[in-house]
């Protein structure tokens, strides 16, 4: 039998009170099924779990060989029941839609047990994911998996990212388990003080503004963008259709306001906060200028309209604006707070200095 400190968690054999807090001890078996790594110090819990990047690759091979193997076996199915192959059957396309949905998911739980970091790494593994996935279906659809692809990458990294969130909650991190409930003593009750309310977060209005200034500026200059890295590729990197063109103008533009996201949600503990108002903004100045500045259809919002299928003349600019911004800008911006205060939270508090002990 050992002895363990419900409060600082450590072990301390045959003394009935914790030499460090005062708690009372209580008694535990030495192979308990029941207090899991409870007998384990700090150091030594944080020394055996695995870190971030084995997560993250583990987590991704997992989906990546889930998806695959799903691809194979049912192209084996397509082909032995009718000599073709499953891409060109009419039920091919949803059941390998399912199980790139399925695959992340299954990452997303993988990565996201006792996982501090459980909705940004569940969102690495779906982009991640999705780097073969986006090679294979090229080479195999051609150009006609584009408008998949491009609703596919909005959509895994959120399941994976919902994935990591719910893995967290059935596989907890040893942080996230709660003291166990011990009978109150006098003397702890009188110890125990209450907590200090914490500070709300402040919004960091000059992050917020310079975030919004890079969406904007990607969004409008997305097309001289593009013929810069044309230019400048040495033949390298060459589009052949029109809708490659505004393809590649949408991603610089999203790649812009998710950046702007980033920038204004790092080391900040109110990301989403922060993201939406980079969202709001960059959509009112996109919108004006859209309309009274440039009086044009922007090359992203052009490849937006072809997706959805809205014709790209200016009669219905305004409201084709209005629907580009709150579906792609609005949404990004959000994506981009919330990504960059969980992969760059604050590090330290401010403090102020204590001018009378100086």
Known sequence: ????????????PNKAQCPTCGVPTIEVAAQ?????????????????????????????????????????????????????????????????????FLS????????????????????????????????????????????????????VPT????????????????????????????????????????????????????????????????GRIREYILGTSGGLFTVDSRLQIHFVTWVIASLGVLAGGIFAGASTRAGLRHGLLVGVLSCASIFVISLFVLREALPAERFF????GLSEEDADQPARVALFLLTNTLLLGILGGLTGSMLLPPTTRRSRLDRAAI
């Open 1 to 12: 039998m050992r002895r363990i400190c419900p409060q600082c968690r450590m072990a301390f």
């Open 159 to 222: 399941i994976a990212a919902l994935g990591g969130r719910h893995g967290r909650f059935l596989f907890p991190h040893w942080t996230d388990v709660n003291d166990i409930p011990v009978a109150p003593s006098r003397e702890r009750a009188r110890r125990r003080q209450p907590r200090e309310r914490s500070e709300p977060a402040k919004i960091a209005w000059a992050r917020i503004v310079g975030g919004a200034a890079l969406a904007v500026g990607c969004t409008v200059w997305a």
């Open 305 to 308: 309209a072809t997706i959805v």
């Open 32 to 100: 308990t099924t029941v207090l899991p790594g409870l007998a384990l110090s700090a150091q030594e819990r944080s020394d055996r779990s695995p870190g971030i990047w084995e997560r993250l690759i583990s987590a991704t091979l997992v989906a990546t060989g889930v998806y695959f193997g799903a691809q194979l076996m049912l192209d084996a199915w397509a082909w032995g029941q009718a000599g073709v192959s499953v891409h060109r059957t009419p039920w091919g396309p949803p059941a390998m839609a399912v199980a790139l």
């Open 104 to 155: 992340a998911l299954l990452g997303g739980l993988s990565v996201g047990g006792g996982n501090l970091r459980s909705i940004a790494s569940g969102v690495l593994v779906g982009l991640a994911l999705m780097i073969p996935v986006t090679a294979c279906d090229l080479v195999r659809w051609g150009h006609s998996a584009i408008p998949q692809l491009v609703i596919a990458w909005l959509i």
